[in-house]
Every structure is written in C-alpha cells, then in structure tokens.
C-alpha cells in the first residue's frame, strides 16, 4: 500500500513552452502533498507543500507564478512549471502520506530537461 | 529551527563490511525520524522510520535506534552488499502534514 505515482518520469522540452508533472495517490488520500527539487548529486529541496481544495504554500525563493501546483482532488497534484528554461532542469519529486505512521511515500520523480 | 546533520560522503566499503552513516537532529518536541534510500536515476524509498524515543527501525538488514537523549539515529548494516550502493538520506518531521526535513544525503559505494 502507500503508492505514490508521477508522471512522466522523463521530459523534454523547449525553452518558452510549459511542462506539467503529476502527482497520484494511488491507494490513499493525502489532503497535503509536497513537491521537492532536486540538483545532481544533492539533497531534496522543497519548493512548496500542496494543499487540497486551497492554494499551495511556496517555500521562500520559490517562484509561485513560475511552479503552478494544482491540489484539485485528494489523489491528484499537479505541478507545472510555466515558461520553462535550461536553468529548471532538475529531478522534481513529489511525496505524500497516508498517515503519520506509515512515513512518507514518494514518487519515482520526473527528469525534467529544457533545451 | 529545525535540523538535520548528516555525514559528509562518499562513503566507500568493501562488501560484507560493517557501515554505519551518522546521523543527528535538532527539533522542538518530538519528531520523527526516518531513512530514506535513493538509487540511481530513482526517487527515494522509504528505508526505515522510528517515531518515538527508544524506537529501532529496521529493513533489509538495516538498523536505526531513536536516542533522544544523544539526539541521534544511526544508520548501521552489519555486512553491506554491492546492491547497497545508493544515496541514504536521515529526514525527521513532525506530523502528517508537517514538511520533511532532509540531510544532505551520504553516497554510498560498495565494492564487491
């Protein structure tokens, strides 16, 4: 139980165009998901925490109008990084829980890369 | 604020070696704490987790004890093997919908 899917696990697109990752909970519904960054050979960084039926609360230095984050349903968020360029390429990852005692689940992440 | 402190890496064993990757936190209250492991070109994979003090989490021959009174969770193996070879991250939170906070991560390499 406790799976976490993302879509899709690799892209790559122009620079100008915009490109959405998703985010599904399989088996469980998670009223908060979180969506993290991740540069080559460190640690994950969280750009925002993604809330259900509300808006998404951006950590500090992230661009909101940048990274769109959708929470329409209990199962789905979305994240779509809008006038892409080769500076967001980067491993985007997104996790959720189905309790606090089963941890967090994540995705298999997405590979984003902008030419 | 909260923290957590991880060991610098790469770290590089021979297989069936003893490996420990340390790990120390700073929180108010009582967190809990988990390891998580990232293969190649993979997202992370929740390894094991301890959610009070005196706790021992335990997967795949891996083990961690929740010390509150060292602030601690060491990651030990008893005999590591090449398919250990990954990206071990100590993250603690303190709630369901509380963010998770990640060390920096410590590669691991191990040679057969």
């Known amino acids: 139980g406790a799976v976490v899917s993302q879509h899709p696990s690799r892209v790559i697109c122009k620079s100008g165009t915009s490109v959405k990752i998703e985010c599904r909970s399989l088996?469980?519904?998670?009223?908060?998901m979180f969506w993290y960054r991740q540069f080559p050979k460190q640690s994950l960084m969280l750009m925002a925490t993604?809330?259900?039926?509300?808006?998404?609360?951006?950590e500090q230095g992230v661009e909101k109008d940048k990274f769109l984050i959708n929470h329409a349903s209990l199962t789905l968020s979305t994240l779509t990084v809008t006038s892409a360029h080769p500076e967001d390429s980067s491993f985007y990852i997104c996790?959720?829980?189905?309790?606090?005692?089963?941890?967090?689940?994540f995705g298999s992440g997405t590979r984003l890369t902008v030419v | 604020g909260n923290s957590v402190t991880q060991m610098e890496g790469p770290v590089t064993l021979s297989e069936e070696a003893f490996l420990t990757i340390n790990c120390t936190y700073t929180?108010?209250?009582?967190?809990?704490l988990f390891w998580y492991v990232q293969y190649p070109g993979e997202g992370l994979q929740l390894l094991l987790k301890?959610?009070?003090?005196?706790d021992k989490g335990s997967n795949k021959g891996f083990e961690a004890t929740y010390r509150k009174e060292t602030t601690s969770f060491h990651l030990e193996k008893g005999s590591v093997q090449v398919s250990d070879s990954a990206v071990y991250f100590c993250?603690?939170?303190?709630?369901?919908?509380?963010?998770?906070?990640f060390g920096k991560g410590t590669r691991l390499h191990i040679l057969p």
């Open positions: 996790s959720a829980s189905p309790g606090p005692q089963y941890g967090y689940t």
């Open positions: 088996d469980f519904q998670a009223t908060t």
């Open positions: 993604s809330n259900e039926g509300s808006k998404a609360t951006y």
């Open positions: 929180a108010t209250g009582y967190p809990s």
């Open positions: 301890a959610t009070k003090a005196d």
């Open positions: 993250a603690l939170t303190r709630g369901r919908d509380d963010k998770i906070i």
